[in-house]
């Protein structure tokens, strides 16, 4: 089991791919052709469901397809796990999100987030983003964990596990690339003069980014090189200077 630190979060959120239920999906929806197989035999995208979710102001039911276009949300210790086109999700308990349709029905130009947290791997491609109300992140390929801090101005935490991000908060921007969890703030007001600020990496597993890429055939960089790196959120697999990360170490309080 990797290390975490948690923040606000349970155990019991994090560790969520330990229930039999999932597992169980899961391997049915690897075994069964995946999404493609999916969409050509006119099944449920949604690889597990607990709780309650609503999508377009409707509760979801078994056998329903999410689709890019949806409004989803989710609530207290409900959670959602799906896959559209070559992008899988995890969204947590408390989230709100807008999944907003790309060139074609089963591609994703934009996630929304207006509350909550979402694991999730991306495919290859170009013109994605998630936004937040403090950061957006231009996607390529790449394994990301997201959370927004409602109790903090909408404060949004990015970790970008591998892979490669471009990233926008106010007039801030930076290039994250990444083999083992590069994090960020974004700040809802600047701290030492800046809106991209760095961050540890809090509350997400090795684990669980793996077993989303999985959905999608995708193996996350720590796993193609087979070892974990440090996991401080620097994004490398080998300790780093603090002044390594991309948005460096934090700024230091204006003179008086």
Not at 206 to 211: H, L
Not at 220 to 236: L, Q
Request: with cysteine.
């Amino acid at each position: 089991m990797s290390d975490h630190i948690l923040r606000g979060r349970t155990e019991e959120e994090v560790l969520w791919f330990r229930r039999r239920g999932f597992l169980q999906a899961a391997a049915a929806w690897t075994s069964m052709g995946g999404f493609a197989a999916a969409w050509a035999q006119q099944r449920s995208n949604v690889v597990d469901l607990q709780g309650d979710a609503i999508v377009n102001g409707e509760r979801l039911r078994p056998g329903a397809f999410i689709q890019s276009g949806d409004q989803l949300a989710t609530g207290p210790n409900s959670t959602v796990v799906f896959v559209v086109g070559s992008s899988a999700f995890h969204v947590r308990q408390n989230s709100r999100l807008v999944v907003e349709r790309g060139a074609t029905l089963n591609s994703i130009s934009v996630l929304r987030m207006l509350t909550g947290a979402v694991v999730s791997v991306w495919g290859k491609g170009s013109s994605r983003q998630i936004t937040t109300p403090t950061l957006t992140a231009g996607i390529r390929g790449t394994g990301v964990y997201t959370e927004i801090f409602s109790a903090e101005a909408y404060r949004t935490y990015f970790c970008n596990c591998y892979g490669v991000v471009e990233l926008a908060s106010g007039g801030d921007r930076a290039t994250s690339r990444a083999d083992y969890h590069q994090s960020f703030w974004g700040e809802p007001q600047p701290k030492g003069g800046r809106l991209l600020t760095p961050a540890r990496a809090i509350n997400h597993t090795d684990e669980e980014v793996e077993y989303v890429a999985k959905l999608v055939n995708q193996q996350p960089n720590w796993v193609a090189m087979g070892r974990r790196g440090e996991k401080d959120g620097r994004g490398y697999m080998e300790p780093q200077p603090e002044y390594m990360h991309p948005v460096g170490p934090p700024a230091p309080a204006p003179a008086r």
